[in-house]
Each structure stands twice: as C-alpha cells, then as structure tokens.
C-alpha cells in the first residue's frame, strides 16, 4: 500500500487529500488513468504510469482485501487514511532512506511538476493535470526551472 501510495503521488502529482479520497471505481489501471476530485470538487482525469500502475495492480491483489469501502487506500483495519496519516507514513520512509531534506507530500506533488516541465512538457498540460484553476499557479514552477539553469550556467560556463 505505501509504495503504491508513493508511487501515485509521484506519478500524478495529486494533492494528499485527493491522493487519500481516491475511489477504486476511480482507477483505471487497464488504460492508465486515475480519475480524481479536486479542489472545489472538480473532477479531473490524470495518467498514471506504468510503475505507479504496477504498485496499485500489487496492492490491490495482495493487499487491500475485499473491504466493503470504495475509498481505494486503506488502513490494516479497513478505514480510509487521512491526510496526516500518510503524511507521517512519508516521513518515516524519507528517514529509512536518510533523506534529510525536507520531504512532505507537496514536495511529490513539486517534483512531479517541475520534472515534466524540465523535460519539455507543456504548461498548460500540467496545469490540467495539477489542477491549478489558473495558469499563474503552474508558471510558479517554470521559475525553479530558470534558478536551476542559471545555477547551471555559472557552473559550467567559462565566462559566467
């Protein structure tokens, strides 16, 4: 369940909350997709990648059992996590794996944002898959893109 939950998240950029209120009827693992509700409660549709998939394809035959909910990722008792719940389920794997930066969901969320943006994807495609109302709330990321070029560029440039 966890690596699947992680896995999701990455692969999305889903908020927590939309990653925990996450409904089986939801997840179209055959075609790749994760059907989601937002913000204002506004439904969107987001891909989901082959590794993402294959974490939710094991969790669900291994791990979930055939509890009477809907609600896709549960507790060992059946109940649905809540937002804190998998947030400290996050920080205990960031320390199993001596991360010492600061890791919370929205950094996932950050990440999966600015790693489609750095290999070319178009703004407005993440802004749909964000879920951002407005294209400002998505430019945001093209600026740590241009810090990190910059950054780049003083590196490895012989005249910076």
Known sequence: ??????????????????????RLDGANLEAGYLRCLGKGSKERVVPLGASAREAVKAYLDSGRGAHPTEILFLTARGAPLSRMEFWKILK???????????????VLRHSFATHLLERGADLRAVQMMLGHAEISTTQIYTHVIRERLKQIYKSFHPRA
């Open 1 to 22: 369940r966890d690596r699947a939950m992680i896995e999701v998240l990455y692969a999305t950029g889903l908020r927590v909350s939309e990653l925990v209120g996450l």
């Open 92 to 106: 205990t794997y960031a320390e199993k794996a001596a991360i010492r930066k600061n890791i919370s969901p929205h």
